[in-house]
């Protein structure tokens, strides 16, 4: 909402204009009596230096509200973003992603895009767990999130979900455009063995992709994924 005689002029410099105006040295020009009974709207024989005083004193306290309230937004953009973390990885964790993805979906539909969801779950992740530790198992996790998060635009979501599955949201991408994709990203991720001390491995991912059709909900989408990814495994493991 506009204010009537608002004005886009920076604080310091109103302060700066007020404290000259109530008697403060500018420059070493003090502010002419006639100065400051005009700012104050009083006659000037009652601008006494209490109430100088009492404006400086007000102008300041202002100026540092105005800084804690600045404090207090960054802060709390900070812990907002937080929030949206994964604990382990540097992805978006799960609520974060359905809330982005159903901005995607929001998107596609209001527009005509095409928008997809690829869902990954990595291959063995309870045998690493169980053999060399959670130690491990964490490692695994964090290269899985790193690699996926450096292999897509920085217009597409990467998430996870929990656990050992990631998902993927890949803009202006049909389902054929996102299987090729999942299918890159897939053997990309194989192709760099693992490093957890002396033990090596690859990392295998199975996959799933569900393109988000109109009125298909981020859940549902997530869902179509989920499910395309395990039937995809079972015809592979037979």
Known sequence: MKVAGATTEPFSAIRRRALAQAGA?????????????????????????????????????????????GRLKARLAEAENLADRDALTPLLN????????????????????????????????????????????????????DRLAGLVRESDLVGRMGGDEFAVALVQADATTAGAKAETLATAIARE??????WSAPVRLSWGVAEIAPGMTAQDAVAAADAAMYARKRVRTG
């Open 94 to 145: 799960r609520r974060a992603f359905l809330r982005e993805l159903a901005r995607v979906a929001a998107f596609a539909e209001r527009y005509g895009s095409s928008a997809s969801v690829v869902y990954f779950d990595l291959d063995g992740f309870k045998g690493v767990n169980d053999r060399y530790g959670h130690a491990a198992g964490d490692a695994a996790l964090i290269a899985v999130a």
């Open 25 to 69: 040295a500018v420059s070493g020009q003090p502010a002419t009596r006639a100065d400051q009974a005009a700012f104050l709207g009083v006659p000037e024989p009652e601008m006494t230096p209490a109430v100088k005083t009492a404006l400086v004193t007000l102008l300041t306290e202002i100026d540092d509200l105005r800084g804690e309230v």
């Open 193 to 198: 063995p693992l490093q957890f001390g002396e």
